[in-house]
């Protein structure tokens, strides 16, 4: 069965400062793909970058980049130049086969503050 | 354009209420979800519909029923919903339900007196 561990239930980053979010998982799958979501207070959950397991290159989406380490089994987010509208809920996700089917199976997620 | 709508943004029902939760999108996906999220925890996946059929119920309560009327639109019929039910509901889409990344609406937060 797939996992995803995010052990930080909150980080603090000052403004304009970049700020790295962990995210381990565990699959025995060879092909699966990693999501990173961000949460506002709002509610709504955006798609801010994929990675798949068979990408040779670490993906990049403007300010968010995503430190890819498939030996270690970790896809950690990083996103540069932090800004006050970066304050919100980042979820890590993994898409796999669970219960014979295609799911995707998220983290419990990490708070982010940015602080002015 | 990825967007997903999701109306009402907001309901308060009672637990002998009828109502229903509607979502739309037109970036032509062929699948489409409905997730429950509580207060700080993540989603949790309910129902997913492929090509217009049922394809996943996570054994969700029978007061939740959903319909897939075409292939932009799903809604979630609600009924006789216990105080429990009170969360946000999250409707999401991908092109197909392989491979595809998801792309979620704004939610509807449901609150059972």
């Known amino acids: 069965a797939q996992k995803i561990t995010q052990t930080q239930p909150g980080m603090f980053v000052q403004e304009k400062e970049a700020v790295t979010l962990d995210c381990t998982y565990d699959?025995?799958?060879?092909?699966?793909?990693l999501f990173w979501y961000k949460q506002p207070s709002s509610g709504e959950m955006i798609f801010l970058i994929y990675?798949?397991?068979?990408?040779?290159q670490n993906a990049t989406e403007g300010r968010y980049s995503l430190n890819f380490q498939k030996a270690r089994k970790s896809a950690n987010l990083v996103i540069s130049a932090s800004q006050l509208g970066d304050s919100a809920m980042y979820f890590c996700?993994?898409?796999?086969?669970?219960?014979?089917?295609?799911?995707?199976?998220f983290g419990k997620g990490t708070k982010l503050t940015v602080n002015p | 354009d990825t967007e997903v709508t999701q109306t009402p943004k907001h309901l308060v029902m009672g637990m002998t209420n009828k109502k229903s939760l509607k979502c739309e999108q037109h970036m032509g996906h062929r699948a489409m979800y409905w997730y429950k999220q509580k207060a700080k925890k993540p989603p949790e996946l309910m129902f997913v519909?492929?090509?217009?059929?049922?394809?996943i119920n996570e054994s969700v309560p029978s007061r939740f029923s959903p319909e897939c009327p075409n292939s932009s639109l799903l809604n979630l019929h609600l009924h006789a919903l216990q105080p429990e039910d009170s969360a946000l509901y999250l409707c999401?889409?991908?092109?197909?339900?392989?491979?595809?990344?998801?792309?979620f609406g704004p939610g509807t937060r449901l609150t059972v007196l």
């Open positions: 990675q798949g397991s068979y990408d040779q």
């Open positions: 999401a889409s991908s092109g197909t339900i392989h491979r595809d990344t998801q792309y």
């Open positions: 519909y492929s090509y217009e059929k049922l394809s």
């Open positions: 996700a993994m898409r796999g086969i669970q219960g014979g089917s295609e799911k995707l199976v």
């Open positions: 699959t025995s799958d060879p092909s699966y793909g």
